[in-house]
């Protein structure tokens, strides 16, 4: 396999994707939104933490690119942008676990 170097800008946005999902707590959010959406009280229960850290963790994903949000009245649904994404930590899952 060819491994081309890539742009600077590419570079640079690659490792922020690649940094966003490497803390164990969002790499759990992401875990879990492979599942499906979720709401933002389903995932504060799911990965037992606070509303403002999930919040501030979710925040990061998205301005990353990783995940969508939708609201709905006073509701904020989360899901996977790119189920690519997905596909790249079962990846990731068995080189390295």
Same mark, same amino acid.
């Given at each position: 396999?060819?491994?081309?170097?890539?742009?600077?800008?590419?570079?640079?946005?690659?490792?922020?994707?690649?940094?966003?999902?490497?803390?164990?707590?969002?790499?759990?959010?992401?875990?879990?939104?492979?599942?499906?959406?979720?709401?933002?009280?389903?995932? /504060?229960?799911?990965?037992?933490?606070?509303?403002?850290?999930?919040?501030?963790? $979710?925040? %990061? *994903?998205?301005? =990353?690119?990783? @995940?969508?949000?939708?609201? /709905?009245?006073?509701?904020?649904?989360?899901?996977?942008?790119?189920?690519?994404? $997905?596909? %790249? *930590?079962?990846? =990731?899952?068995? @080189?390295?676990?």
């Amino acid at each position: 396999m060819q491994n081309p170097i890539l742009p600077e800008r590419e570079i640079q946005q690659l490792s922020g994707v690649i940094k966003a999902m490497s803390h164990p707590l969002r790499y759990k959010i992401i875990c879990l939104l492979g599942r499906g959406e979720m709401s933002m009280q389903n995932l /504060v229960k799911a990965i037992n933490t606070s509303h403002s850290n999930a919040s501030q963790h $979710l925040a %990061l *994903l998205q301005d =990353s690119g990783l @995940v969508l949000v939708r609201r /709905v009245a006073s509701r904020v649904y989360f899901r996977i942008r790119d189920q690519r994404t $997905l596909r %790249l *930590l079962a990846m =990731s899952h068995h @080189v390295f676990a």
